[in-house]
């Protein structure tokens, strides 16, 4: 069964009270004046965000909304504290943003295993009246309240962590590619978007070398402004190390070669300059589908001219598949992915 891909949410948390301090005073025989002995209340619970690989979606914050830790228990007498509420924890996908939705500040970037971020504090416990004995009050009869523990509305918005981010126009095979690259088994088809949501998946060339490989769903002229479904995707190309450029060069495709490598690219960069400096390699898909071949020798002067790594696969016959593999791992490592990829183990 395939779960629904949720890759951003709003939610309230909210952190637990303090105790209220205790007004008590010691009544033991022999000791007819004690004193007062009202203990401290205790510390409310954070709500602290932990990052974990075994997530790969935010759908456990899709149907509740309402997050709040415990509150802290009130003082008692002989000077005892109440106890801590206890720490809500909420597990995340690593690759998580979080964001104070009022104010859109990031509050924290988790990007590691098991890394943590309190995103509400638990109000302190209220002192007992033990504290506020003085030799002219030797008896008081007050006490501190516990404080409020913070709440907040957050945004969490997920961004994956993947080595090889798979880009192109929507049909030009990227699914069919990732399924012959990987073990994902995307939903295919000839038509627009077949793919609704980033698709990973993990490409092995041996025990040693391994790469996890996103496809991102179809980009479209005007993604950059929403249209299409690539504003809700482009995010997650910005933490991947480096794009596979996906080109249809079939007799069947929809648009000249360079036009769509173009189009894709401006969009990029109209989301964000980085993106379009991330290395890229271009790949020519559906060769088998192509009458003449010596457009392949066309592009790869073209792109080959301009700094770019081209090559030609047919995801149908397999051919190029093998040669790609290497070919991504040999510019992985020249990108400095060994620590990339170090971010989704630590």
């Excluded at 974990?52 to 000077?79: C, I, M, V, W």
Aim: aromatic letters at 6%.
């Amino acid at each position: 069964m395939r779960f629904p891909f949720v890759d951003r949410v709003k939610i309230h948390v909210k952190a637990g009270d303090g105790g209220r301090g205790a007004v008590a005073f010691l009544r033991e025989k022999f000791r007819p004046r004690g004193g007062p002995a009202g203990g401290d209340g205790g510390r409310g619970g954070n709500v602290v965000l932990v990052a974990t690989t075994s997530k790969h979606t935010l759908l456990d914050f899709k149907y509740r909304r309402h997050f709040r830790a415990e509150n802290g228990q009130p003082g008692r007498g002989k000077k005892q504290k109440g106890r801590d509420g206890e720490d809500l924890i909420l597990y995340v996908p690593v690759g998580t943003v979080v964001r104070d939705a009022q104010k859109g500040e990031v509050i924290c970037d988790l990007i590691r295993e098991g890394q943590r971020c309190v995103v509400a504090r638990g109000g302190r416990g209220g002192r007992g009246n033990a504290h506020f004995a003085t030799p002219t009050d030797q008896a008081p009869r007050r006490a501190e309240p516990g404080e409020k523990g913070e709440e907040r509305w957050i945004l969490l918005e997920l961004k994956l962590i993947a080595d090889v981010g798979i880009i192109g126009l929507p049909n030009a095979g990227k699914s069919t590619l990732i399924s012959r690259l990987t073990a994902a088994r995307p939903k295919t088809g000839s038509y627009p978007f077949t793919t609704l949501s980033p698709e990973l998946g993990v490409m092995e060339l041996d025990e040693e070398r391994r790469l996890v490989l996103a496809d991102i769903p179809g980009l479209v002229k005007g993604a950059h402004r929403g249209a299409g479904l690539g504003h809700e995707f482009l995010r997650h190309i910005e933490r991947t190390r480096i794009l596979l450029h996906l080109i249809d060069v079939s007799d069947a495709r929809e648009m000249d070669p360079l036009e769509a490598f173009e189009t894709v690219n401006r969009e990029l960069e109209l989301y964000s300059p980085e993106l379009v400096r991330k290395p890229q390699i271009i790949v020519a898909s559906k060769i088998d589908a192509l009458s003449d071949r010596r457009l392949l020798l066309k592009l790869r002067d073209y792109f080959e001219s301009r700094g770019y790594r081209f090559h030609s696969v047919s995801s149908l016959t397999g051919e190029g598949i093998q040669e790609l593999k290497e070919i991504l791992w040999d510019a992985f490592t020249r990108a400095g992915g060994e620590e990339h990829a170090a971010l989704r183990k630590v």
